[in-house]
């Protein structure tokens, strides 16, 4: 049971480059998130996907991309790294829209932006 | 916008010692509540929700919470901490028109032993 798969484990990048963190779950549920955590501010909400086809800006969107490329995978794109975006991501999946409601994390991305 | 609203940022406790963490929400509405708990170095882990129905859920490891309409809240409690409840806390809520769940900061919590 793979549940939530979010790839890189850890990525370091220079000002100004860009990058996709890749995320999949295999149960099957309709939304997905993009969430990041930083010390004192618990999880902020990026981007989310209610459905295949839609995505919603969450409480700090600016300077991310989101793409559902399919029900199952949820991309985050940074275009132009800042070094305020040095966070930990986390990908989550939920079945909330079906009544269930419980997030299903990833193990996180630790990002580094020098 | 919804809000989610955690007061206390970090409590020390000793073992033994009951326990009761603030949540306070700020949508009207019909909502879903939830508490989750990180232990170091892991990712979270669902402790317990609230969808409709009895407003006292009991989740795993003894915790409850208590879901107060009238007083926007959807407090953690657990009668007797031990050492191992020593991790981070957070209340999130989902508004129930729409997918967007959203988090408090967190409460971390300290067990002593």
């Known amino acids: 049971n793979a549940g939530v798969t979010q790839t890189p484990k850890f990525q370091v990048l220079k000002t100004g480059q860009s990058m996709t963190l890749q995320c999949a779950q295999d149960m099957n549920h309709n939304s997905m998130y993009w969430y990041r955590q930083d010390p004192g501010m618990g999880l902020r909400l990026i981007y989310y996907s209610a459905s295949e086809g839609t995505t919603d800006k969450g409480e700090v969107p600016n300077g991310y991309n989101v793409s559902r490329l399919n029900k199952r995978e949820f991309s985050l794109r940074l275009e132009s790294a800042a070094p305020s975006q040095t966070s930990v991501y986390f990908c989550?999946?939920?079945?909330?829209?079906?009544?269930?409601?419980?997030?299903?994390f990833g193990e996180g991305s630790r990002l580094t932006v020098l | 916008a919804q809000s989610v609203s955690q007061h206390n940022h970090h409590v020390i406790l000793s073992e033994a010692a009951s326990l009761e963490l603030g949540c306070n929400y700020s949508y009207g509405g019909t909502v879903n509540l939830f508490w989750y708990v990180q232990y170091p170095g892991q990712h979270l882990q669902l402790l317990l929700k609230?969808?409709?129905?009895?407003?006292l859920v009991k989740g795993i490891k003894g915790f409850e919470a208590e879901f107060i309409k009238s007083k926007f809240s959807f407090n953690l409690r657990k009668p007797s901490v031990q050492w191992s409840d020593t991790a981070e806390y957070f209340c999130?809520?989902?508004?129930?028109?729409?997918?967007?769940?959203?988090f408090g900061k967190g409460t971390r919590l300290h067990i002593l032993p």
């Open positions: 999130a809520v989902n508004e129930g028109r729409d997918d967007k769940i959203i």
């Open positions: 609230y969808f409709s129905g009895d407003p």
């Open positions: 989550a999946s939920s079945g909330i829209s079906l009544g269930t409601g419980e997030l299903f």
